[in-house]
């Protein structure tokens, strides 16, 4: 098994995507669901973010309307330092600098369109977590 997206709603769903495409190089794919509403999909190496506005029954743009939401999306670079200068230069507003908060993982926190905290991030075959 692996993960193959993440979906998330939105007001604004071209902005968004927009954003992920022209900040961390992803493929936008738009498409019409069978509920006629326009979703795109922002394809990266491994996965996936579907983004579509909320359905009329869902108040609450940013949850499914129950259990957890999401806390951030992290994305795995090989410079961690080098990309966050890049994406400083673009205007992309920081939430944390980069550090280092264990042996073998180094990162950063930025913030995304509409509020979306994304992690990027960069982890040796030192940690734990490798993978």
Do not use: C
């Not at 193959?4 to 019409?32: K, M, Q």
């Not at 890049?86 to 264990?102: A, F, I």
């Not at 926190?109 to 509409?114: F, S």
Request: glycine letters at 8%; a negative charge; zero cysteines.
């Amino acid at each position: 098994m692996h993960l193959d997206h993440i979906h998330i709603y939105t007001s604004d769903p071209a902005n968004v995507a927009s954003w992920f495409s022209s900040n961390l190089n992803g493929r936008e794919v738009w498409s019409r669901q069978s509920d006629d509403v326009l979703r795109v999909d922002v394809h990266f190496p491994g996965a996936s973010l579907a983004i579509s506005a909320a359905p009329p029954h869902i108040d609450d743009k940013k949850s499914n309307g129950g259990g957890a939401g999401i806390d951030h999306l992290g994305f795995k670079v090989e410079d961690v330092d080098h990309t966050y200068r890049e994406l400083m230069k673009r205007g992309v507003e920081s939430l944390r600098p980069p550090r280092t908060p264990r042996l073998g993982v180094r990162s950063a926190l930025i913030k995304g369109p509409e509020g979306i905290v994304i992690e990027i991030f960069h982890r040796s075959a030192n940690d734990y977590n490798a993978a």
